[in-house]
């Protein structure tokens, strides 16, 4: 992975987690531990990432692809790639 990747998988991790927690209505990420997570989340677009980090929505899907399983969890669906959940940061690899 070259450092201009490495850079962009860190901005799409981060916007996709402020997203994300922003996007839950029915409980705050930050304040309930991840254990007690509902699986019914509400998921992120990679649209939404773009707009957010000014990236181009092939590099934000691409950075989704290497952090899915590490921080974020995919799901693809009519050619839209979404954060369905965030990974918890103490979850071992």
């Known amino acids: 992975m070259t450092s201009d ?3 962009t998988d860190d901005i ?5 987690l402020q997203l994300w ?6 409980f705050d990420p930050f304040e309930v531990d991840s254990s007690d997570w509902p699986d019914t989340a ?3 677009r990679d649209v939404d990432i773009a707009v957010d980090t000014r990236l181009e929505v092939d590099d934000v899907r691409a950075a989704l692809g290497r952090l899915d399983g590490v921080k974020v969890v995919v799901g693809r669906e009519a050619g839209t790639v979404s ?3 965030v990974v918890p940061a103490d979850t071992p690899l």
Do not use: C, I, K
């Open 21 to 26: 927690s922003a996007a839950q209505t029915d």
């Open 83 to 85: 954060v369905l959940r």
């Open 42 to 44: 509400v998921p992120v």
């Open 5 to 7: 990747q490495s850079t």
């Open 12 to 16: 799409v991790a981060e916007s996709a």
